[in-house]
């Protein structure tokens, strides 16, 4: 009997053990006193809330600056259409691109909190700068209320106040998404399933932040002036930073795990050193992190068959000993397979990245070609009220709030039941079928824009002739550009998940530096012929043929987009699943994917 006892006495014990390491977050994150985290006081959307806030004042920071910035540098300025579209277009590579930077310092050694704070800062430097510019009178463009010829100085100011902002991107964009999404825990069944949610609301945020910046910071700029427009961004920039430090006492961090570039240049040696070995039958023989490390080492990969040449990094020598690899062992000769994977990942994201530009051209349209559209036409709701020509984007934004509300809530409990999928469709589709949509914007936007050119007066056709083409161009990016934010940020290596976002932003950033080109390009071919595709003005330009030309080329690369997916190995992680009902389960995972 009293052996009976004391074994229940330990099996009381071994539970309230295993509940407490429950209550913990083994993700590899600590909190702010750099402990393991509770998973009751920390993560998911109590702290997720914080994050999305400064996320909202960004982005109205950013779209109420970048729809409307062709108008400033046409109107006020005096720029030719051409120069300023390109001039956006390089402001808009520029910003994110950026992100490149900023995510790689963050993952290596600065963190992402700091990282978010730090840049934060810069991007409210470069908005106190727009707004000194408009205030002070010599930093104005002009003291009469017609600027005729503005000052070179006020010109200066305001191209270092915009790329201060760039430089304010690239440290904030990667680093906020994925410390939001940091704060749900992978292995933990029903934080990921929020973690699935959490990149369909941030989107809904952004959404929300371009509605306004497209609405209300736009009508402030064209109806009362600039400057207060300006100083509203900086305030509100300035208060939501605020509160997001308020939420440090709840967030999980991650610790900068040193360049993320070294590990994937010693597989890529050992990988050479050994490429006259053959490749073991059974992928277990490969090396793997040793099992004193294991639990200290973050998620390990599980073995794929893509990329076999890089497994060789992973392979043992006979003249090695595994007990002694357990103990030490040279990274340059030998690798784990783990980072195998790693490298494999990153390589297998090329093609997909490259395939991504495309539908990134198209999008660059919408802030530049589109809204000049728009301040050519018909603008009046009333006899006494007209929208300002930016302003149509926001039909952009809002068939992006309603799409993106519609797939989270309807779609994917829909889809879970039909495919057994966890996100209810695969990434990669959910990607592809975004792109569809953008050809279809494109040609729209090409059967609008010659109906346009067809009025000797184009005030006589009304803005909402560009109503369909933004609203398909929004319901697109709500699965397009949510499918690459949620590819690149889940695809990547843990310790990369900063770049990652950065990789998607940088589609956008190539993107608009392609749209540049192009536009260069075709504008030197067609002027050989006597009518350049882009003249002085939308009447004497050709933008039909150049979204027909826009239609045709996404058209064709979703067909090579789609041969890539259709062949894509997901990502393949060795879970310790928490299921949320005191119980675990050991095993692989493809399922997000």
């Not at 390009?521 to 067609?526: L, R, S």
């Amino acid at each position: 009997m009293e052996l009976q006892e004391v074994e229940k006495r330990l099996k009381r014990a071994g539970g309230e053990t295993k509940r407490e390491e429950e209550n913990l977050v083994h993700d590899s994150s600590i909190d702010y006193k750099g402990t393991v985290p509770l998973r009751a006081s920390t993560g998911v959307w109590k702290a997720s809330l914080f994050i999305i806030t400064i996320e909202f004042s960004e982005r109205l920071s950013y779209f109420g600056i970048a729809t409307n910035l062709i108008t400033y540098l046409t109107q006020v300025l005096h720029q030719d259409i051409k120069t300023a579209a390109k001039n956006v277009n390089y402001w808009t590579g520029v910003t994110t691109i950026m992100p490149l930077i900023g995510g790689f310092l963050a993952d290596a050694y600065t963190g992402r909190f700091n990282m978010v704070m730090f840049s934060s800062l810069i991007y409210l430097m470069g908005l106190s700068l727009l707004t000194m510019s408009q205030f002070i009178p010599s930093l104005k463009p002009c003291n009469t209320k017609i600027c005729r010829q503005p000052r070179k100085l006020h010109e200066v100011l305001l191209f270092v106040a915009l790329y201060f902002i760039s430089v304010g991107t690239g440290g904030h964009k990667p680093c906020l998404q994925s410390f939001g999404a940091d704060q749900f825990d992978d292995d933990h069944l029903e934080e990921r399933k929020k973690k699935m949610s959490f990149f369909n609301w941030w989107n809904f945020a952004l959404c929300c932040g371009l509605f306004l910046g497209v609405t209300v910071i736009v009508y402030v700029q064209d109806s009362v002036s600039w400057g207060v427009a300006d100083l509203v961004l900086t305030i509100t920039l300035a208060i939501t930073i605020v509160t997001f430090y308020m939420g440090k006492y709840c967030y999980r961090y991650r610790v900068a795990q040193g360049s993320p570039l070294r590990p994937m240049l010693q597989v890529l040696v050992a990988a050479i050193r050994k490429r006259n070995l053959p490749n073991p039958q059974n992928p277990d023989l490969l090396f793997e992190v040793p099992k004193s490390e294991k639990y200290s080492q973050g998620r390990l990969l599980l073995h794929t068959n893509r990329l076999r040449f890089l497994d060789k990094a992973a392979i043992i020598e006979e003249n090695e000993n595994y007990p002694s690899c357990e103990q030490k062992h040279n990274p340059w000769r030998l690798a784990t397979l783990t980072r195998v994977e790693e490298l494999k990942l990153i390589l297998s994201m090329i093609p997909i990245w490259l395939t991504s530009l495309t539908n990134a051209v198209c999008l660059a349209q919408a802030p530049t070609f589109f809204v000049k559209q728009a301040a050519t036409m018909n603008r009046n709701i009333t006899n006494n009220f007209k929208i300002p020509p930016a302003t149509i984007f926001s039909l952009g934004a809002i068939a992006m709030l309603i799409s993106v509300t519609v797939y989270d809530k309807i779609l994917v409990p829909i889809l879970r039941k039909a495919t057994g999928n966890e996100r209810g469709m695969n990434i990669l589709h959910r990607i592809g079928f975004g792109m569809i949509l953008t050809v279809i914007a494109m040609s729209v936007a090409a059967l609008v824009e010659r109906k346009r050119l067809r009025y000797a007066d184009p005030q006589a056709m009304t803005v909402f002739w560009l109503a369909p083409q933004y609203i398909i161009l929004g319901i697109g990016d709500a699965f397009a550009l949510v499918g690459l934010q949620e590819y690149f940020y889940d695809q990547v290596p843990d310790s990369m998940r900063s770049l990652g976002v950065a990789l998607y932003l940088s589609v956008i950033g190539v993107g608009s530096f392609l749209s540049s080109f192009l536009i260069i390009a075709i504008d030197h071919v067609t002027e050989k012929d006597g009518r350049s595709w882009f003249g002085k003005d939308l009447s004497g330009s050709r933008l039909d043929n150049f979204f027909w030309l826009l239609a045709a080329m996404n058209g064709l690369n979703s067909c090579v987009y789609g041969y890539l997916a259709r062949g894509y190995t997901y990502k393949n992680v060795e879970r310790r699943v928490v299921l949320g009902d005191n119980s675990v389960t050991d095993g692989n995972d493809q399922s997000m994917a």
